[in-house]
């Protein structure tokens, strides 16, 4: 029999996958792991891990398994909040839910998984895993979930094959509801419990007073930019090296692009797209964040949904930041392919063409893209299978 310890958040999903494991014959394990000590800037609860360890203890018991606990909150710290705060500093927008599967969720936890002689990991994600032979070569795919309002490929698109090959994701082909409807009928203690938001581990927080454990306010001008500034005049011949490139380049303003609106407290607490927070009203459309310079601690801001500062055609991943899930299938220099892409959770996937460079792989989208952020992660798609992924430069 497999032994298969479950990674209990002390969330409706992860009980849920304990509960089929379990039923499927498996050896179950629940272990929970704490990752955060620390509740400056916490929005909900003084100790909300405490609660998540407490339900998911009820789970455990509920099922009958052994529970378990682990302290990662050294590693957290230093793989993915450190890395939060350092990109941030730098004008960047991470995406630490993905730095926190890669880096805890399937290796540090992974590997205190195998220390109890576990043969797989699960997690409650809404994905799925398939294997294939070919060859005499086994490859693990992943897959979007079947729910495709809580598909969470996108969070688990840096996973490489060693990872693949020990993870279990139970929940991957059920609804949401049907989620649910199971956890009531088992009587789970976390059937109502609503989901996790936030960081990962961390949960809500109030971003600016959070970052400011590191990262000191600093007050500094918001300039706005019209539409009609002269930058947004973009080259026809989207396939030259020359108009790529400046089709995936941020654009760059000075304060002499865009007159002084306002105020802030630090270009490095808001990222691009953003709208609130600006304390800016009295406009016919909403004011939204159109670039940041945290050299010169400037924000520019253009007013409404349709600006074209928003939107971009292009984007670029630099070599060493390219992820193939299945290296197998990496992209060549010169040669292109058609996948479909997202920039952020839960966007609907965007037909692009991706193309291998010296320099960089391009994203070229077919319809120019709302907030592409410096930072993010951009991820790509084979119909269900998830193939790579890679960091935007900024």
Same mark, same amino acid.
């Given at each position: ?44 609860? !003084? ?42 500093? $730098? ?26 002689? #576990? ?15 070919? !060859? ?46 199971? #956890? ?29 454990? $590191? ?5 500094? +001008? ?13 080259? +026809? ?5 020359? !108009? ?52 010169? +601690? ?11 500062? &928003? ?17 197998? $299938? ?7 392919? !058609? ?39 951009? #991820? ?5 299978? &998830? #193939? ?7």
């Amino acid at each position: 029999m497999a032994k298969v310890v479950v990674g209990l958040s002390g969330g409706v999903d992860s009980s849920v996958a304990a509960y089929l494991l379990k039923e499927q014959g498996y050896e179950v394990v629940g272990l929970f792991m704490r990752n955060w000590h620390d509740t400056t800037g916490t929005l909900e609860g !003084d100790c909300p891990w405490y609660d998540d360890q407490l339900f998911a203890e009820l789970v455990a018991k509920r099922l009958d398994i052994p529970f378990r606990y682990v302290d990662l909150s050294q590693e957290y710290r230093k793989r993915v909040v450190d890395y939060m705060f350092e990109e941030y500093k $730098q004008g960047r927008t991470p995406n630490p839910d993905v730095l926190c599967n890669r880096e805890i969720k399937f290796d540090v936890f992974l590997k205190e998984a195998l220390k109890l002689g #576990a043969d797989y990991v699960a997690t409650g994600h809404y994905c799925r895993k398939a294997i294939e032979q070919r !060859d005499g070569r086994t490859t693990y795919r992943l897959l979007a979930g079947a729910d495709k309002n809580k598909d969470q490929s996108y969070f688990l698109c840096q996973l490489t094959q060693e990872q693949l090959k020990y993870a279990m994701f139970p929940i991957g082909e059920l609804q949401k509801p049907e989620v649910r409807r199971i #956890a009531e009928e088992q009587k789970l203690a976390t059937a109502k419990r609503k989901d996790s938001q936030g960081i990962c581990f961390v949960g809500k927080v109030d971003l600016p007073v959070f970052l400011q454990q $590191q990262l000191a306010a600093k007050q500094g +001008n918001i300039h706005e930019i019209l539409p009609s500034w002269r930058g947004y005049n973009k080259p +026809n011949d989207e396939h030259s090296e020359q !108009d790529l490139q400046q089709l995936a380049t941020p654009y760059r303003y000075t304060v002499r692009d865009g007159k002084k609106i306002g105020t802030h407290n630090g270009a490095h607490f808001y990222t691009i797209g953003q709208r609130k927070g600006l304390g800016i009203g009295g406009r016919k459309e909403s004011l939204f964040i159109i670039a940041t310079d945290v050299k010169e +601690n400037v924000i520019y801001v253009g007013e409404g949904d349709s600006h074209p500062g &928003l939107y971009r055609k292009a984007l670029r991943i630099r070599p060493e930041e390219i992820h193939w899930v299945d290296p197998e $299938q990496a992209m060549q220099e010169g040669e292109c392919r !058609d996948y479909m892409v997202r920039i952020r959770y839960r966007q609907p996937l965007q037909k692009a063409t991706l193309i291998r460079k010296s320099d960089a792989m391009y994203i070229l989208f077919e319809e120019a893209q709302r907030g592409i952020a410096a930072g993010q992660f951009a #991820a790509w798609y084979d119909g269900e299978i &998830l #193939a790579g992924s890679g960091v935007i430069e900024g």
